[in-house]
């Protein structure tokens, strides 16, 4: 009895174990696939320093900043970027434009900025760009900063 006891809750844990480890594609999981799939088809939404200039000149996006404060600090910011760090981002939802404004996102290098851009393309962003080589190339390129 005892031993049948034994194998029936190694049975259910062991069931339990198995049905956690399970992947359930889900909704959310699903969008963000839609969004990768989307970026992939257009360069992953980088735009080099050079052409973000242009963008910024002819389109005039918003322009986002996800460093943290003490990177503003250390290196500046390009002019006019509302600076709000990747982490927070999802706190700070009423500081962002409306849906249809172009949005330029970056970071120091460029990975924060592809998470921020796969964030607001989830959120219903269309035109969104993540400047290739984040503030470092801008600064690399010539490109003007300011202090925060």
Not at 62 to 75: G, H, S
Not at 79 to 90: C, F, N, Q, S, Y
Request: with cysteine; charged share 20%; proline share 5%.
């Amino acid at each position: 009895m005892k031993r049948a006891v034994w194998i029936g809750i190694i049975g259910l844990i062991s069931l339990g174990v198995f049905a956690q480890t399970q992947v359930v594609n889900t909704q959310a999981a699903q969008v963000v696939m839609q969004v990768i799939k989307e970026v992939s088809t257009q360069g992953w939404g980088f735009i080099t320093p050079d052409k973000a200039a242009d963008f910024i000149d002819e389109v005039n996006p918003f322009i986002l900043d996800v460093r943290t404060p003490k990177e503003w600090d250390e290196t500046g910011v390009i002019p006019g970027a509302v600076t709000i760090p990747l982490t927070e981002l999802d706190q700070h939802l009423s500081e962002l434009p409306p849906l249809n404004k172009p949005i330029l996102v970056y970071c120091k290098a460029g990975a924060r900025g592809q998470y921020a851009l796969t964030y607001l393309k989830v959120l219903g962003y269309k035109n969104v760009k993540n400047l290739k080589g984040g503030i470092t190339a801008w600064i690399n390129a010539g490109f003007e900063v300011a202090k925060k």
